[in-house]
C-alpha cells in the first residue's frame, strides 16, 4: 500500500520523507490557501522535493480550460499529476489528457459508479472522499470496498487512491479493503506510528535498565 501526503505544506512534506511515509503528495486548492504564499512557489517546491506522483488541482470548469491549465501543470515536474473535479467537463479533459500521455487523479468522487467513469475515461487515479462521506453520517469505507470490486472486476489499471482521510482506523480499514494508496493528512501520519503501550512499555524497559548499571 501506497501512502501520499495530504499537504501542500513543505516542512510536512520533508517531515513525512524522513519518516519514510511519503511515496507522494495530492493537493488542492484549499491546502495551498492554506500556505498563504504564491501557489506557484510551493507546487514547485513540492515537485521538486518529492519523488514520487505530486497531484495539483485545476481551477477551470470547462473542458478546455482544464486541460489547458493541465497541460502547463504537467510541464512543471514529470511527477505532476492533474487533479481533475469528477463533473462532466472534467470527464471529458481526463479523456483528452489520457491520450495526450497527462496523468490524472479524479477527485470528489463520493460514488462508485463516479469511480467507474473516471476509470473508463483513462484516468490515472480516482480519490473518493470517505471523511466527508462519513460527516454526512454516510458510511465513506463502504464506496472503496465497491470501488476496489469494480476495478478488479474490469482489470482498470486506474489507482483508488482512499482521501479525506480523518484518522488511523480509515487507514486501517483502507488497508484492509486493499485500496492501493491512502492520501494521508500529517497529523494522521504521525498518529499511526503511536500506540500508549508502546510509550509504557519502552518507559519500563528502560527503568529496568536503568535499575541493574552500576
Ligand atoms: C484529496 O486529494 C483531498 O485533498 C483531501 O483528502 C480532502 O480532504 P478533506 O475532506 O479533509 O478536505
Not at 510536512?12 to 503528495?25: S, W
Not at 482498470?156 to 482512499?162: A, L
Amino acid at each position: 500500500m501506497k501512502f501520499f501526503i495530504d499537504t501542500a505544506n513543505i516542512e510536512e512534506i520533508k517531515k513525512g520523507i524522513e519518516m519514510g511515509l511519503v511515496d507522494g503528495v495530492t493537493t488542492n486548492p484549499t491546502l495551498l490557501s492554506k500556505e498563504k504564499k504564491d501557489p506557484q512557489l510551493v507546487i514547485k517546491e513540492i515537485l521538486e522535493t518529492v519523488t514520487g506522483p505530486v497531484s495539483l488541482e485545476v481551477i477551470a470548469k470547462d473542458a478546455k480550460g482544464m486541460c489547458e491549465e493541465a497541460r502547463k501543470l504537467a510541464v512543471l515536474g514529470n511527477n505532476a499529476v492533474i487533479k481533475i473535479p469528477m463533473t462532466e467537463e472534467g470527464i471529458k479533459a481526463v479523456r483528452t489528457l489520457s491520450l495526450e500521455g497527462i496523468k490524472t487523479n479524479v477527485t470528489l468522487i463520493f460514488q462508485p459508479i463516479q469511480a467507474l467513469i473516471a476509470a473508463k475515461a483513462g484516468a490515472t487515479y480516482v480519490s473518493p472522499f470517505i471523511g466527508r462521506l462519513d460527516d454526512i453520517a454516510t458510511k465513506g469505507m463502504g464506496i472503496i470496498d465497491e470501488i476496489c470490486n469494480i476495478f478488479f472486476n474490469y482489470a482498470f489499471e486506474t489507482e483508488v487512491i482512499v482521501a479525506s482521510i480523518r484518522n488511523p482506523i480509515h487507514v486501517l480499514d483502507a488497508a484492509l479493503i486493499g485500496a492501493d494508496i491512502a492520501t494521508i493528512p500529517f497529523n494522521v501520519l504521525k498518529q499511526l506510528m503511536n500506540h500508549p503501550l508502546t510509550d509504557i512499555g519502552l518507559e519500563k524497559f528502560l527503568k529496568d535498565w536503568e535499575s541493574i548499571q552500576k
